[in-house]
Every structure is written in structure tokens, then in C-alpha cells.
């Protein structure tokens, strides 16, 4: 491997601590403000530290005053020629301007150290004119020479507890974490950090007492430049909010400003009122629209599938039963195939073909399924090369591949059988992008598939290297070089087949290149467990329209294993019918999926599981068809919020599974949570009608109850409602006065779509 970087390199962190707390007695916490009757901002004159942040509408202080130690903001230097050390190098000036009301110029300058005498901050923090927001910018100036690693800013310390918290993020889906200094406080950094473009798939964050307040954090950044949010738990309890910058490393700048703001503000209300927030600004943004699923340039068939099999192996463990599925369901369904290709999983990328079957077996069995109605989409992970493989060393990949900033590759070990790793390949290459547009030309070319699922995509890797043809380490080449890829992998293969290009992840700067995001949270127990978090449909909340979602590990069978592995860890039963204890959390990750607006998908699907799953089957499948009635809010439609009404809860069983078989022949956890029986989700359709989906697993026959206003979802104040199961549509009533009044019975485990259609 090349090293890119011999020589040491050490990070200068400046200790802008110091200068007020080795200094106290020449602060004097005299502060200057700025307010706008909603939000109100307080610094230090003395050393610009914020003191104060105040709701002004719900009056609440977020910050502890006393464990504000430090400035707003933090910068790293970059230097290759020595050791790492840490100068406390800090600003002995600071000065401010208020050049209007709402506008505040802080200046940090004079730093010790004859080799920054140059350099000056400056931070920009304004209100909004009319919202309980704040717009954050900064430029480090002087900086010729040197090479900025990293800027943390805002940097907000000392934020007090809230109440009864909980902590809203958008990793990937979304996650909601309750009691999050609780659970930091079990962690050994104490941090929270998220990566965005990346796991983080929006920018925004909430954190809030829903009786309360909430602190909203967010970005305005439309480019897609890299970066990080993180929240931390310090000692007195406090949180401190960091949003880390990443420019790129650049020697030649004498100047470098940020070039996007970050957004500060505080809201009242839960994660769906962030979200609200954050949808304000991310539909208009340009991935919202050059989005490919409004464009309508999504193949029909992708956005018409009525449920998805997610099957390994050969064609007859995958197109058979798919086949067989939708021969049973009467509604297209259609394949993501993990396990086809000719290598190892996890280990021979991106020795694909030929496919394990044989070429011939193959493409006969994809096109007889296609002449059935069913579709596939296969596993390809458009990231990862094999270092133990013969391309790999035929090939040379490692001067295209990913490298951190000590020059190192980044590869890691998913195959815990062989140990074999995989090696990060950079997106930003030209190498990369035709080697894997090459392999998506086979795949549907040559092998006659309907497109690829890209596995690992919505995601980005910082590269040092040096030696291609892109900006070194931060900035967003990934991104853009994404598109590139996409544009090549669709200028290179043929429309017969109507090709799709699925990415895993969802993230919203990818929408205008992936046909598809796979927000695999849905049944994230089944991963990760059971802990204090929650999924919510965050990203669905924000994007649903612009974004079609699909994608599930919900399974009723053991996991599988991959013929191509080890056989002495071979287990001797796979795909085998999971305990029926397990059932109940089948139907909550089909439920959950229903009413949050995505395709629905079954992992590992077998005809035998129509008799020995009877239920759990039916269930799957009277959702995929009562979907199919309710398109225009299930697949079109504008997320709302649903009904308050009464949500009963039962402690279930869940299984946590290895997604293959596990090493050790334990392949299952089992856990207890107390989860939901009634589900649902609310959502606006373009011709102004409001569809509530409401899904029951329980064993009982549910009452739902609620009213509603009909301002509340912006509609006249007289329609009617309509209630539809599988059963058909009937009338159930109608509404005046906007108030809308519904007292249902669903049956046990049942299903249905009350709809409020107002009169024109
Ligand atoms: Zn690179």
C-alpha cells in the first residue's frame, strides 16, 4: 500500500478554554444580546463565550451558565511534520459589532504563538426575522500555510436538562432515544456523534420535553459538504451540542468560511414538529426537486410493486417462491437477491459473475420470472473490493481505495467465518465509478436483471489521498461523484428490462440518483435488539413524497447461511420456522411498515410458511392489498400526525437474530418489550383527502376512538368519511362544523383505512 502521509502529523487544538477559565477574574459575564420577542442570545463582551440562549414564547433558559467553559467554536489544525502535540494557543483579543438588531459580529484574534499571529475568527449569528431560529456562520482568516482539519461550530455548552427528554434523530429512518443523558452516561466517550451525508440522512436534530420546550438543531447546507453532530454529557449533567466541519485540506486559502449555516433554534411540541420544521426548508431544496420519484422517472414496475421478497441463493430459493407469492397475492411482487453472485458474501466483492448458478440457469430463471410478473433487483455493494481476492491483486484497486488522513486504507472484517476483509473503494476515483458502472452493465446487460440494489450507498468516506482527482479529505466530491456514477451506470444500460438502481440507507441528497431507499429500521429490533430507543419515521416525515421507501429483515425463519462459506460452521437447519412466540413481532414490523408509508417486504419467504404461518401470511398480504387501495396516501402522500386515540400495549417476545447464521450455532435472542397493539399513520393525498391507516395485532377486538378538528389538517369543515378494508369501501359518516368524530371497532389483527374527504 502507498503511504500518502510519512511524517507524523499533529492536530493544534486551541484552547479557547483557557482565556476565560484561566483568566475568570478579567470576565466580566456582561453580556450583549440580541432578540426577536422569541428567541433571545446572550455572549460574554468580555470573551464571546454564549451565556444565555432563552425561549422567549415558552419561557425556558437552556443554558446552565456555570458550565459554559469555553467559545462558541473550536478549529484544528493539520501538520504532517511532527508529532502531535497541543500548543494553547488562544485569542488574547475579542471584540464585537451589533451592526442591527438582530445581527451579532463576534472577532477573536491576537492568538499566542508567532506562527498563528495571523489568524482571526470571526462568527456571524443572526435571528430569524420571525421564527424561534438562529443562523450560525464563521471564517478563520490568516490561515495561509496551514490546513484546517476540522471547525466545531456552533459549539453550545451547558445545555440543562429539559424534563422528561427524549432525543429525535435521523439516523437513517429515525431514532428516538429516551432519557439520552441516561444512556450517555453508560457510554465510555459520554457522545453521541453522527456522520451526515450518512448514517445521519437529514440534518436535524431535536432534543425536548413535549409539554414543554425543544432544542432544535440543524444545517442549511443544500451541497452535501461532510460533517458531523454529536451531542455530549458532561460532568454537571449538562449537554453540549457540536456540529464538526470538515474542509478540505488546502494550504493555499488565506481564508475559509464555512459555506453553509447552521440553524439553532427552539420549538414546542415532539419530533414531528422538528420535522415539520426541517420539511419547511428540505422540500425545497434541489434533491427534493430533481427527486426521481415525483420526476416520475422511477420504473413503473419499482413503483408498483405491492410487496418485496428478500430471498438468498439460487434462483429456485428466490424467483420460485416469489413466483408462488404472487401468484397467491394477485399484486406484483417483486425480489431483492442477496447471494446470487459467484463469490463468497462479504468477502469476494467484486467478483460477482458469473452468478453461483451458472450464467444460462441464471438468466433462464430471471426471465421466466420476469415472464411471471416478477422482477428482480440484485446485491451488489457499490463500496467494497475483497482484499484477498484475485482482482485484487490483478487489478492494483489500492490506489483507487479510500485513505484516512494518515494514509491508511479503511477496510474492515464482516465475515466472521473466514475473516477475509473488505477494502473501501473512493467513490471520487474514475477507477471505481467504471469499475462498478461495468459490473451494474453486466448485471442487467448481460444478465438480464432489473437492476441493482447498491448496497452501502447512502453513505461517504473522507479520503485523503492525494493522487485523485478530488478535493483532499472534507468537502462533498462523494456526493456529486455519486451522481456521476449514477448518471454513467444509466447512460450504460439497456431500457429493455426497465432497470432500477436501489440504494441501502436513505439520506436525502441522494434522492435525485437512487430509485429506492431501504430504511431496513422498520424492524430494527430484530438487529440491534431492544434498548431505549424507538424507531420513528423521521426521514418519512420529511420526504415521503419525494422518497419510496421499501426494505425489511421481518421474517418468520432462522437465518440463512451461505453455501459458499465454511461448512464446518454450517448449521444443520436454516430457514427453518422461527419460534411462534416470535410471530407477534413479525406483525408489528408489517404494521409499523404499513402505516408509515413503505412498500412492504418479507425476508426469506417460503410457500410452506402459507400453511404453517397461516396468519401471520394473511396478515402480510391483506396489508399489501389494502395499500394497494390507499396508493395516493400510502405511496404519494404527505405525512400528518395522527389521532390522538388509545394506543393499549402488550409485552411481546422478540427475537434478535444474527442476519445469517451465527458463528457459534446461536443464531437467536430473545428479548421482552412492551410494544403497541394499534398502529397508524396519517397521511395527505395531492387532491386534498386525509387517509388514516390504522393496523391492530392484537388478539382482540380494538375499539378506536377519535376526534379531530378538520383545521388541524387544513380541510373544509363538512365531507364525509369513508372507512375501507379488505372488505371493500364503505361509508361511515360524515362531518360538519370541522368536527370529525370516528369510533371504529377493528377486529382482531385487523386492518383499515378511514379516509376524510372534505366537500369542495
Ligand atoms: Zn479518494
Redesign the pocket.
Known amino acids: 500500500m502507498k503511504t500518502l502521509y510519512s511524517n507524523f502529523f499533529f492536530v493544534l487544538v486551541f484552547y479557547c478554554i483557557s482565556l476565560c477559565a484561566t483568566c475568570s477574574e478579567r470576565i466580566t459575564r456582561e453580556l450583549v444580546f440580541i432578540e426577536n420577542g422569541k428567541l433571545q442570545l446572550g455572549f460574554d463582551k468580555g470573551n464571546g463565550s454564549l451565556i444565555v440562549y432563552n425561549d422567549l414564547v415558552n419561557p425556558h433558559s437552556f443554558i446552565e451558565k456555570r458550565a459554559v467553559t469555553g467559545l462558541p467554536w473550536e478549529i484544528n489544525f493539520y501538520n504532517h511534520e511532527e508529532e502531535e502535540k497541543k500548543d494553547k494557543i488562544i485569542p488574547t483579543s475579542f471584540n464585537y459589532m451589533k451592526p442591527e438588531p438582530f445581527t451579532l459580529i463576534l472577532n477573536w484574534s491576537d492568538f499566542s504563538g508567532n506562527e498563528n499571529k495571523n489568524l482571526k475568527i470571526t462568527a456571524i449569528v443572526t435571528l430569524d426575522s420571525k421564527k424561534a431560529l438562529s443562523y450560525w456562520s464563521i471564517t478563520a482568516k490568516g490561515i495561509k500555510g496551514k490546513q484546517i482539519q476540522s471547525i466545531i461550530f456552533p459549539k453550545i455548552e451547558g445545555i440543562a436538562e429539559i424534563g422528561n427528554e427524549k432525543l429525535a434523530f435521523p439516523h437513517w429512518m429515525g431514532q428516538l432515544i429516551n432519557d439520552p443523558r441516561s444512556v450517555l452516561s453508560k457510554r465510555g466517550t459520554k457522545s453521541i456523534d453522527w456522520n451526515y451525508p450518512g448514517p445521519l440522512s437529514m440534518q436535524c436534530i431535536a432534543l425536548y420535553d413535549k409539554n414543554r420546550i425543544g432544542f432544535y438543531a440543524s444545517c442549511n447546507d443544500s451541497l452535501a459538504y461532510t460533517k458531523n453532530f454529536s451531542y455530549t454529557l458532561d460532568t454537571l449533567n449538562t449537554l453540549t451540542y457540536k456540529l464538526t466541519n470538515y474542509p478540505s485540506l488546502d494550504s493555499t486559502l488565506d481564508s475559509y468560511t464555512i459555506p453553509y449555516e447552521a440553524t439553532v433554534g427552539s420549538f414546542k411540541g415532539d419530533w414531528i414538529n422538528a420535522a415539520e420544521q426541517y420539511r419547511e426548508w428540505g422540500v425545497k431544496q434541489k434533491w427534493s426537486r430533481e427527486s426521481r420519484f415525483p420526476n416520475k422517472v422511477v420504473p413503473n414496475w419499482l413503483e408498483n410493486t405491492a410487496l418485496w421478497v428478500w430471498n438468498r441463493g439460487m434462483s429456485d430459493n428466490v424467483l420460485t417462491p416469489a413466483v408462488e407469492l404472487k401468484q397467491k397475492l394477485e399484486l406484483p411482487v417483486n425480489v431483492i437477491w442477496h447471494w446470487w453472485h459467484g463469490c463468497s458474501y462479504d468477502e469476494g466483492f467484486p467478483e460477482y459473475f458469473p452468478p453461483r448458478e451458472g450464467g444460462k440457469s441464471f438468466i433462464d430463471a430471471v426471465s421466466s420470472a420476469q415472464q411471471n410478473g416478477v422482477n428482480s433487483m440484485v446485491y451488489m455493494n457499490q463500496l467494497q473490493w475483497g482484499d484477498d481476492t484475485e482482482s485484487w491483486e490483478k487489478e492494483q484497486p489500492s490506489n483507487f481505495a ?2 484516512d488522513i494518515n494514509g491508511n486504507m479503511l477496510s474492515h472484517t464482516y465475515n466472521i467465518f473466514t475473516g477475509k476483509s473488505l477494502t473501501n473503494m ?1 467513490m ?2 474514475s477507477f471505481w465509478r467504471n469499475k462498478y458502472a461495468s459490473l451494474c452493465d453486466r448485471a442487467v446487460n448481460t444478465y438480464q436483471t432489473n437492476g441493482v440494489y447498491m448496497d452501502q450507498a447512502c453513505t461517504h468516506r473522507r ?1 485523503y ?1 492525494s493522487n ?1 482527482s ?1 478535493s483532499i479529505g472534507g468537502g462533498n466530491y462523494w456526493v456529486t461523484s455519486f451522481g456521476k456514477l449514477t448518471n454513467q451506470i444509466r447512460s450504460k444500460v439497456s431500457d429493455k428490462n426497465n432497470p432500477a438502481f436501489a440504494g441501502e440507507g436513505c439520506g436525502e441528497v441522494f434522492l435525485p440518483f437512487l430509485d429506492a431507499m431501504l430504511t431496513l429500521q422498520v424492524s430494527r429490533e430484530r438487529y440491534a435488539g431492544v434498548g431505549e430507543w424507538e424507531t420513528i419515521p423521521f426521514f418519512q416525515a420529511v420526504y415521503h413524497e419525494y422518497a419510496l421507501t421499501y426494505g425489511s429483515y421481518s421474517s418468520l425463519v432462522t437465518p440463512p447461511y451461505d453455501e459458499l462459506w465454511p461448512k464446518e460452521y454450517s448449521p444443520k437447519e436454516t430457514e427453518q420456522l422461527l419460534d411462534a412466540d416470535f410471530n407477534k413481532q413479525f406483525l408489528m414490523e408489517q404494521a409499523r411498515a404499513f402505516v408509515w408509508g413503505m412498500q412492504p417486504t418479507i425476508a426469506n419467504y417460503h410457500s410452506f410458511l402459507n400453511s404453517e404461518r397461516a396468519e401471520e401470511i394473511d396478515y402480510l398480504l391483506d396489508i399489501a392489498k389494502l395499500r394497494y387501495q390507499a396508493l395516493k396516501y400510502l405511496l404519494y402522500g404527505e405525512f400528518c400526525r395522527s389521532p390522538q386515540t388509545d394506543y393499549p400495549e402488550e409485552e411481546i417476545k422478540i427475537s434478535k437474530l444474527s442476519i445469517y447464521a451465527g458463528r457459534k450455532g446461536k443464531s437467536v435472542t430473545t428479548f421482552n418489550k412492551k410494544v403497541s397493539l394499534l398502529y397508524s399513520g396519517t397521511w395527505k393525498a395531492k387532491d386534498n383527502s386525509v387517509g388514516i391507516a390504522l393496523a391492530s395485532i392484537s388478539n382482540d377486538t380494538l375499539p378506536v376512538h377519535f376526534s379531530i378538528n378538520s383545521e388541524d389538517y387544513k380541510l373544509s369543515d363538512k365531507g364525509k368519511i369513508y372507512i375501507t378494508t379488505t372488505n371493500g369501501k364503505e361509508l361511515l359518516g360524515s362531518y360538519s362544523n370541522g368536527l370529525i368524530n370516528v369510533e371504529i371497532s377493528l377486529q382482531p389483527r385487523g386492518l383499515c383505512i378511514v379516509e376524510i374527504v372534505p366537500s369542495v
Open positions: 479510500v485513505k473512493c471520487g476515483t479520503c489521498d485523485h478530488h
